[in-house]
């Protein structure tokens, strides 16, 4: 790990002298982690990866904001997070944006013409009933919910840094983890005596 971390320095200083390679260093490093972060969030192949690029261009133009005591990767990430919570609401305008015209339009196919940016459950990578049943849970938290889901249980980032990623107070973000937790708690319920029982044998 140490390792890494002198590389990482190593090729930001490079990249802020100029270095193209070693600013592909950084994307082959680190794009695969910034990409599943930005899909947990996302919850769309699409947007996951304008997340990646939005990012990568965003870093490399504040290169010289990086303090070179940091580490790269949770700088990077958090520059993610912002990026997939743009990414989300923005999402959330144009939807909402679409369902007006329709409604002006009075459209009689209107719910058919409103296209859905999250897969299905079911279409996803994912096996097993309770998979599916989390990942249909996770598609119906609102934005603020998810994002700060995953931060909290996947990115392991504090309250404080939720809250800064999300433009809450740390209460407010606090109560977004509660009701992300809440829910998927009570979609996963059925399967909860069954597991219980699992660990008991």
């Avoid at 369902?99 to 994912?126: A, H, I, K, N, Y």
Wanted: with cysteine; proline share 2%; aromatic share 6%.
């Amino acid at each position: 790990m140490k390792q890494m971390e002198v590389g990482d320095a190593a090729l930001v200083a490079r990249a802020r002298a100029g270095d193209e390679s070693a600013l592909q260093g950084l994307v082959e490093r680190h794009s695969r982690a910034v990409f599943r972060l930005a899909y947990r969030m996302t919850r769309n192949e699409q947007d996951a990866e304008d997340v990646v690029q939005e990012t990568f261009l965003k870093a490399f133009k504040r290169l010289d904001q990086f303090e070179d005591k940091a580490n790269f990767g949770s700088w990077i990430y958090r520059i993610a997070a912002n990026c997939s919570y743009d990414t989300l609401r923005g999402r959330a305008r144009r939807e909402s944006k679409l369902v007006r015209d329709q409604d002006d339009q009075g459209s009689e196919d209107q719910m058919q013409q409103v296209p859905t940016s999250e897969p299905s459950p079911e279409r996803l990578v994912m096996s097993g009933e309770v998979r599916t049943r989390v990942g249909a849970a996770m598609a119906r938290l609102s934005d603020r919910e998810r994002s700060a889901f995953v931060l909290r249980h996947f990115e392991q980032m504090s309250t404080r840094e939720i809250a800064t990623i999300l433009g809450l107070d740390e209460g407010a973000a606090k109560h977004s983890v509660f009701r992300a937790v809440k829910k998927l708690r009570a979609a996963l319920e059925p399967y909860l005596p069954q597991a219980a029982k699992a660990e008991a044998l």
